[in-house]
Every structure is written in structure tokens, then in C-alpha cells.
């Protein structure tokens, strides 16, 4: 069974551009999760996704980033502008509902000079 | 004061050893428990889930003290393979899934 994908797997870009990462979950699994991981930090999620509408977005900093997932499918998440305080690995988790268990993709490890 | 708290380490134990993990929880309606293992660099992945009971696979033992809020992870026989970093994880009752995360405590196994 394929695992949950994303793209890419490193960015470097400069303060105040703009990014975007995307992600495919496994096939058939209804909650979709983005979650930012600090270096020496547990991931933090920023938004999940329930088929195509949102189930939580508390943590997500709405001034600078954006997520959608307008098929239910695969999702997309943007930064912009990126802050250097932005450098961290982007995961995107898959689960068949929110009480199950989550799968995690390699994430996209993105450096903000 | 952080929601899910861990020693960070590093623990560096010779292959072989008793190493333990503790873990603390400050939010009472937390519902479930797990132990996710991640490598050097690579995506988090679930080790275990924690059970009231006290659970064990393997050379794995997890403990869950609801009164005190505490999780603990034992591993027996340290290999070389089981260097990574651990992070304790619970999840509410109330938030849909959402998964709460200690910042992990690093293992360094050595021969």
C-alpha cells in the first residue's frame, strides 16, 4: 500500500518569498493533517482536514499561511510571506478518521534564509 | 508550561541496557496515548499505544497512570536499531484527533 506522499522534499528560499508544499494522502483516508516540525521540537499540527472541510485551523498563523484540500484528496499548503522562523519540516498525516491512527509522510524540510 | 512533556536527553546507553522514559500530561481530558518513534530525518511513526493496563510488545513495556498523568516507555535489551528519538503523544477526547506532542527524547544506543 502506497504511504502518505509529498513534494517536494526540500525548499530553500529567502525571506518574505513565497512556497507551497503539497501532499497525497493514502488512498481512501478522510482526515488530512499538516503539522510543522521545529528542529529539537515534536511536531505541532497546523490544520486537519476532514474530506474537504476544516477541522481545526487554532494553530495555524492565517496572516501568512494557507492550506486547502478542495477535492478531499490531496492538499496543499502555502506559505507567504516565509519568516526566517518559518525553517522547519512540513508533515502531512493521513488517518481513515480523526480517532484513527495517523500515517506520516517524509515531510519537506524548508530553510528560510 | 507545555501540554505533553519529556526529558529530552540524549539517553546514550551501551547495547544491552534498561532504558526508560518518562512523560507527563498537563490536560485531564486527554483520552489516548502513544509512543511514536522517529530516526534521524525521517517521519514520526507509531511505536505503541498506551493502555491503562500497562502494554507490551516485545521488548517494549508502556505505562499509563491517569491519577498522576504519566507515561512511561520501557525498553529492555537496548539494540543499535533502537536509536532514535521518542516522543510521547496523547490525544483528546474533545479536538477531534487532534495529536498533542512532547518534544521527544533522543536515544543513542552504542556498542
Known amino acids: 500500500e502506497a504511504g502518505v506522499a509529498q513534494s517536494p522534499r526540500y525548499k530553500i528560499i529567502e525571506k518574505r518569498q513565497s512556497v507551497a508544499f503539497w501532499c497525497n494522502p493514502i488512498?481512501?483516508?478522510?482526515?488530512l493533517y499538516w503539522y510543522q516540525q521545529i528542529l529539537g521540537q515534536g511536531p505541532k499540527l497546523l490544520i486537519q482536514?476532514?474530506?474537504?472541510?476544516?477541522?481545526?485551523d487554532s494553530q495555524l498563523p492565517k496572516d501568512r499561511f494557507s492550506a486547502e484540500r478542495l477535492k478531499g484528496v490531496d492538499s496543499t499548503l502555502k506559505i507567504q510571506p516565509a519568516k526566517l522562523e518559518d525553517s522547519a519540516v512540513y508533515l502531512c498525516?493521513?488517518?481513515?478518521?480523526?480517532?484513527?491512527?495517523?500515517?506520516f509522510g517524509p515531510g519537506t524540510r524548508l530553510l528560510v534564509l | 508550561r507545555k501540554e505533553v512533556e519529556q526529558d529530552p536527553g540524549p539517553f546514550n546507553v551501551p547495547e544491552g541496557a534498561t532504558v526508560a522514559f518518562n512523560c507527563t500530561y498537563s490536560?485531564?481530558?486527554?483520552?489516548?496515548f502513544f509512543w511514536y518513534r522517529q530516526d534521524c530525518r525521517k517521519e514520526p511513526k507509531l511505536l505503541m499505544s498506551?493502555?491503562?493496563s500497562g502494554n507490551e510488545d516485545g521488548r517494549f513495556t508502556a505505562q499509563l497512570n491517569r491519577a498522576s498523568q504519566y507515561i512511561s516507555l520501557l525498553i529492555r535489551d537496548s539494540k543499535l536499531s533502537d536509536s532514535a528519538t521518542y516522543l510521547c503523544?496523547?490525544?483528546?477526547?474533545?479536538?477531534?484527533?487532534?495529536?498533542?506532542f512532547g518534544q521527544g527524547t533522543e536515544l543513542s544506543v552504542k556498542p
Open positions: 498506551v493502555y491503562s
Open positions: 498525516a493521513s488517518s481513515l478518521g480523526n480517532q484513527e491512527t495517523q500515517y
Open positions: 482536514f476532514q474530506n474537504n472541510g476544516v477541522v481545526d
Open positions: 488512498s481512501g483516508h478522510a482526515t
Open positions: 503523544v496523547v490525544r483528546r477526547s474533545n479536538q477531534g484527533g487532534k495529536l498533542i
Open positions: 490536560n485531564s481530558a486527554s483520552q489516548s
